[in-house]
């Protein structure tokens, strides 16, 4: 049983108390006794109790009807009517105020405490029900799309405030009005009015689509494109008893999306400017070492021939060489282009052994000059890969010329390279060890990326070709630090053989 604060108001001062003797009995307390209405609806807004018995015949100006009319639009407190006139007319106005019950007179405690205990659950239901429903217009008032009630007829029954701005309708004069009228939509390409959308999910039901763009025509005339999503509203008994319809304006996030589609155009225009850029930087380092080449050995030729006795034969070796470095420079920028299309340009099998030893002949030259000392310690055999031979050539040509470069200077007192070849786990391990500069751990990454240099005049494309190309075979390369100086460069390929046996 439900303790309650409770108003008596009668106006015979015996049955007043007498109800306040029955009430304690039932455990409930008697906040205050009012013979009139006035004093009714002055106690009522001071001491808010949890419901009130009152006396529909009051003394004074205000009868009970009024006074409990009153009560309820101010205070939202629960009313039990007491009476002993039920005649028609005064039950159609006592009605009006809503009262949660009557009791009439004369009345037996059972039936007191069973209406009262009546329209307190009944209050407390109620109360329940109008805070989700603020709940429910607060959150719909909140969100940002546009939301409105259709009853099963697809007349408007709410809308929120998005709702009320986007269409130019308030909410007041729309309520009642077919949605088609509130809210006129639009095909977007060829400006046909469209049947609303709420009425559409009401009589197609599930075949209606989930969603659907269109053009809002506003109340001031404007056009607003929109994406509306319908939904029909089920009752207790499985029926349909409206529809929900929301939708966003969706002008901002065309533009937005047109935007980024504009940046993702002007992007990829400037990865391609930037792949050119690379490409040409690209060309430019490779390239630069057979043509150093070719003039080396244009000038050989010209001292040859220039003589009183021209030496034919050293002239026929060095056009010779002439045309093997042309050919050369040919195959790095083929190679050069296979990387660009992330392909080996010319795919067979390789012995990496006899690898490095044509590239350590090929740099005979810039090794004497720099007083570089070289030291091999390579797989017995031939340890086979599979992939482009002018590639992975160029791969160790930079490695070996970034090692000499890193020891050119005049502190390097001890200036040695040592290229090793390891078989480990079906993989081969290509190493080029140099006593130089050395690289710091800062370094160990950004040094692979393209233009990244430390000399004055570099390209900054070796390593970052070397890693592509490495890759490109499946493989990985590593730079690490050597104490006490110098550092070192390791490539790892798959290890394979022309059979296929890894």
């Keep these: 049983m439900i303790s309650a604060r409770i108003l008596v108001v009668e106006d015979d001062r015996i049955v007043a108390r007498d109800i306040q003797q029955q009430l304690s009995r039932m455990g409930h307390s008697v906040i ?59 039950v159609q106005r006592a009605s009006l105020t809503e009262p949660f019950g009557y009791l009439l007179k004369p009345f037996e405690e059972p039936q007191m405490r069973t209406v009262i205990q009546m329209a307190l659950y009944k209050h407390a239901s109620d109360a329940r029900l109008r805070m989700g429903e603020r709940r429910y217009a607060a959150t719909l008032a909140s969100i940002r799309d546009g939301v409105i009630l259709c009853d099963d007829r697809g007349r408007v029954d709410f809308m929120n405030r998005v709702a009320e701005t ?30 609303d959308f709420a009425s559409l999910v009401l009589r197609t039901g599930g075949l209606a689509p989930p969603e659907r763009l269109s053009k809002l025509l506003t109340r001031s005339g404007a056009e607003i494109l929109v994406e509306e999503r319908c939904s029909v509203i089920i009752d207790d008994r499985g029926g349909v008893a409206g529809a929900v319809l929301v939708f966003s304006d969706m002008t901002q996030r065309r533009r937005i999306a047109e935007a980024l589609r504009q940046a993702q155009s002007d992007l990829a225009h400037i990865g391609r400017l930037t792949l050119m850029g690379e490409l040409a930087a690209a060309v430019a380092h490779e390239v630069s070492q057979p043509l150093m080449a070719i003039l080396t050995n244009a000038g050989t030729c010209l001292q040859h021939l220039s003589k009183p006795q021209p030496d034919l034969e050293k002239t026929r070796k060095a056009v010779d060489r002439i045309v093997r470095d042309a050919q050369r420079a040919g195959d790095v920028i083929r190679s050069i282009h296979a990387l660009a299309r992330r392909t080996p340009a010319d795919p067979g099998w390789v012995d990496i052994n006899a690898l490095v030893a044509d590239t350590l002949s090929l740099v005979r030259a810039e090794l004497r000059r720099a007083r570089v000392t070289v030291e091999t310690d390579l797989l017995k055999g031939s340890p086979w890969v599979h992939g482009d031979r002018v590639q992975l050539q160029q791969l160790v040509l930079n490695l070996v010329m970034n090692a000499i470069e890193a020891m050119s200077g005049p502190e390097i007192r001890e200036r040695r390279l040592r290229v090793t070849t390891r078989a480990r786990e079906g993989q081969i391990r290509v190493g080029i060890e140099d006593s130089g500069v050395g690289v710091v751990d800062t370094e160990l990454e950004t040094i692979f990326g393209a233009l990244f240099t430390t000399k ?3 390209l ?16 990985r390369l590593t730079a690490a630090p050597r104490l006490p100086c110098g550092s070192l460069f390791e490539f790892v390929l798959p290890l394979t053989t022309p059979d296929g046996a890894a």
């Design 32 to 90: 205050g006794l009012s013979a009139s209405g006035e004093e009714a609806v002055r106690i009522a807004g001071s001491q808010q109790p949890d419901l009130v018995l009152m006396d529909i015949r009051l003394e004074g100006a205000m009868d009970g009807i009024e006074a409990a009319r009153r009560i309820r639009d101010h205070h939202h407190i629960p009313i039990v009517f007491l009476t002993a006139y039920a005649n028609d007319e005064t």
């Design 166 to 195: 986007m269409t130019g309708w308030p909410a007041a004069e729309a309520a009642g009005k077919p949605l088609a009228s509130v809210f006129a939509a639009t095909d977007e390409e060829t400006r046909e009015s469209l049947e």
């Design 456 to 458: 004055p005049n570099g």
């Design 460 to 475: 900054g494309m070796g390593l970052s070709i070397s890693r592509s190309i490495v890759e490109l075979h499946g493989g």
